[in-house]
């Protein structure tokens, strides 16, 4: 007997509604946060003249602004004119990303060359301690939703996120490293390598990289494929 072919249209109105409405609480919930991190990141840099926590205040703003494109994107209530967004709105993320990478790289340089002391800061090792903790799940639920539904913005925007969850890791081994050993170089050579994820980001988000094939597009996959409403499947930058 032939292998049985399906053709996938993507979750109905209903589950299609339900996503989309748990992508905009997902993305409100990222641009609070984030807009708290950087104004605590920001003023506890500035106390203890820490260019890493500085960058990470901007870096907070950035992935603001990156939200907030998706955040533009399905406020829209009609799902032809959520769709017509998509493509500007992954360019507005691809150039979020390209400025926190040009950033990074600067200012990872510049504290590299850098002489001064940096103070000890307790309030940023809490504020990255607590995204450390918190982008994880945001950005996983955002990824999720945002794949089921078909929406390369969305699953863009969670990488950002993820990004942001490295970034506080980096910053967070600096800090206590810089408190503790006096290891000032630690966090700009991190950063480095994370400036070159962030570049690899842009440019798929730039390329539509974010998801391999809208959900409204019917699919015939070969006996014994799988794949969801996204199109993913093995190898797919979706799903990775």
Known sequence: MAAEISISLGPPPDR????????????AATITYNVIEAIVALTAGTIASSTALIGFGLDSVIEVSSAAAVAW???????????????RTLRIIAVSFFAL???????????LASTGEVERSVPGIVIAALSLAIM???????????????????????KQTLLCTYLSAVLLLGL?????????WAD???????????VKEGRDAWQGKGCCAAPAAATVP?????????????GCDCCN
């Open 176 to 184: 206590v490293l810089n408190a503790t050993l006096g290891w000032s």
């Open 73 to 87: 994107q399905f406020s829209a209530r009609d799902q032809a004119v959520r769709e017509a967004r998509e493509q």
């Open 101 to 111: 990478a040009a950033y990074v790289t600067v200012d990872a340089v510049r504290a």
């Open 222 to 234: 070969s006996a014994g494929a799988e794949s969801d409403a996204c199109g993913c499947h093995p």
């Open 16 to 27: 299609r509604e339900a996503l989309t409405k748990r992508i905009r609480l997902l993305v």
């Open 136 to 158: 994880p799940f945001l950005s996983a639920a955002q990824r999720k939703a945002g794949r089921e539904l078909g929406s390369a913005s969305a699953v863009a925007d969670s």
């Open 188 to 198: 700009p050579i991190a950063a480095l390598v994370i400036a070159a994820i962030a």
